[in-house]
């Protein structure tokens, strides 16, 4: 069941199609404050923002799996990830899980360490807790590097 209702749409910015959706997810983790590339996601449908809660959603046409290379971590994203997200803050996330040893993990906070130490810490609901470097999430924006073949 989506955590999506249509009385929550009615207050929400809500963009329709990959591009946008990408578009839009991609400055949400700028806004806050979070790497660019921890919300891989693929053939989004729809992206939602409400501003006064900091509620979001993204919705997907199929769940996805990513292999965070620098780190060697799999996660997979539901078809409908939801969050509150705040500065430097990623909570009650649902839709994510990540793999440690041959377990599924479910995933529900995200957060840079304050003061900052160039780590992001992610909890489980039951209390468990890894922390990585931020720059494992960090995708080079595109258009933003240096010119193929430049000298």
Known sequence: MSLV??????????????????????????????????LPLHDILECGIVRETGFVWLKQKKS????????GKLVSYATEVTAYVEPKKIKKLTGVKTKEL??????C????????TGKMTFKTPTGLFR?????????????????????
């Open 109 to 116: 906070d995200i957060s840079l360490d304050d003061p900052p």
């Open 64 to 71: 996805t799996t990513h292999k965070f290379e620098k780190i």
């Open 5 to 38: 209702t249509e009385e929550i749409k009615s207050k929400a910015e809500v963009y329709y199609g990959d591009e946008m959706g990408q578009e839009k997810s991609q400055e949400l983790l700028k806004d806050v404050g979070l790497p660019n590339g921890l």
């Open 102 to 107: 041959l377990v599924w993990v479910t995933l």
């Open 131 to 151: 922390t990585f470097p931020v720059s494992a999430f960090e995708v080079e924006e595109k258009g933003k590097g240096p010119a193929k073949g430049a000298m």
